[in-house]
């Protein structure tokens, strides 16, 4: 089996890098916080650089929070590049801008090593059991590749396309996940006003065409009032910016996606960016004296 280097031990990355060495792979983590402790009790070997994993792995993985992270992991001091080997597979798992992963691949390819971009979605709860959707960019070599350590950590694993392809899948992800949050605060808040019981109208409306995964799971965190974060406000106006970015570049005007990054950005403002996105049925409550 091959030598795993796993680089980003949050929220989503501790449980990914422990579901591969669950797996049976040989793993190596950073020397850096409680959760390498964590794996390397669960079996994972530490090493004190990313040059360090990459020399001793076959396949490294980043689940990092942005493009800066990932950039500098992998080409500044001590980075990927100067460890990684010739002929060894490179996937970035976070969610970055599709022009940086374009760049990372050329970097890569002039090391003769093949790099994905393969963003997920599913949240903590996803990449707890092991559940996330994950979307992929690069060679159909590179993904037959990668499959196998995909589908210890998640279920849905789809080839998009050509490297970028999968960040670019992802922030139209975000877009949609912002938006429906965005639908499903307004109406509760709205019936909630109005004296309608929310965990009645919940079930009815789960029934019908309304009904996602969104209204289940984000539905029952409003109604709860439970905004410990599975995906948190700041990460989520990240991948936002991510998004309107990419409508910028392609001239598409995202109206939509503008509004609730708005949102986003109030929140931040009242310092509530470690909350869970669905903490924008707070913003909407606020807005309509509740």
Known sequence: ???IGFIGLGIMGKPMALHLLKAGYA???????????????????????PAAIAQGSDVVITML???PQVMSVVSGQDGILEGIRQGSLFIDMSTIAPAAAKILYQQLQEKGVEALDAPVSGGQSGAEA???????GGT????????PLLQTMGKNIVHIGAPGAGQMTKACNQMIVGMTIQAVAEAFTLAKKAGVDLNKMREALLGGFAGSKILDLHGKRIIERNFAPGFKIQLHRKDMNIALE??????VPLYGTSLVAAHMD???AQGKGEFDHSAIALLMEQLSAL
């Open 65 to 67: 929070p942005d493009s």
């Open 246 to 251: 990419a409508g910028r570049e392609f001239s």
């Open 266 to 268: 109030a929140l931040l």
């Open 27 to 49: 793993v190596s983590v950073l020397e850096k916080n409680k959760a390498s402790k964590e794996l390397t009790a669960a079996g994972a070997r530490s090493f004190p650089t």
């Open 140 to 147: 159909e070599q590179a993904f037959q590749r990668a499959l």
């Open 1 to 3: 089996m091959e030598k």
């Open 130 to 136: 092991a559940t996330l959707s994950v979307m992929t």
